[in-house]
């Protein structure tokens, strides 16, 4: 079974870090692209950073320079490093991945989420 595993959650300071981490676990052939997305008390779930098989990136306007997506490889876990966290950042974060089995056939996974939760 093909599934996103998530870690890295927690509750910090604001102006604190925070690394979250989305693994694909299962037998798979590519992961096309992979992304996180949160969704905070009373709103829509929003796109955080997105990364794709080739490694280019693309962030929310809103948390260019605070939030990086990173990768090692094309088929490593996901990192979300995020920095200077402030009390608005305070959501569940979800991971999502594209992938294509490996009998080729394509998936949209979404994972459990992470809670992340900052202090003032």
């Given amino acids: 079974q093909v599934q996103l595993v998530e870690s890295g959650g927690g509750l910090v300071q604001a102006g604190g870090s925070l690394r979250l981490s989305c693994a694909v676990s299962g037998n798979i052939f590519k992961i096309n692209s992979m992304s996180w997305h949160r969704q905070a008390p009373g709103k829509q779930r929003e796109l955080v950073a997105a990364i ?15 939030f990086t997506i990173s990768r090692d490889n094309a088929k490593s876990p996901v990192y979300l490093q995020m920095n200077s966290l402030k009390p608005e950042d305070t959501a569940i974060y979800y991971c999502n991945a594209h992938v294509t089995r490996v009998d080729y056939y394509d998936m949209d996974l979404w994972g459990k989420g992470t809670l992340v939760t900052v202090s003032s």
């Fill in 52 to 66: 794709t098989s080739g490694g280019k990136t693309n962030y929310a306007d809103s948390l260019k320079g605070r």
